[in-house]
């Protein structure tokens, strides 16, 4: 029995336009972060939205940074 190759679950094409919108996604994520460092006082800042706020930002510029290597044909 041969063995199969492995073959990317998404297509190469989608690459660049994922990196894009997930990268922006990811951007827009990390304003609306520093924007609500920037503005809320001490008082009133939650550490629970601070955390889910950095994590979802963290993932979707994770992600995007990875596509955007694979786009340049960095595989990693």
């Not at 492995?6 to 996604?25: G, H, K, Q, R």
């Amino acid at each position: 029995m041969a063995a199969k190759p492995i073959a990317s679950p998404i297509p190469v094409a989608m690459y660049p336009t994922l990196s894009v919108f997930t990268l922006a996604i990811g951007l827009v994520i990390t304003a609306f972060f520093f924007i609500y460092e920037a503005t809320s006082s001490r008082k009133n800042r939650s550490l629970v939205k601070e955390l889910v706020t950095a994590a979802v930002a963290s993932v979707f510029l994770g992600f995007g940074s990875l596509f955007l290597l694979l786009a340049s044909g960095v595989y990693v």
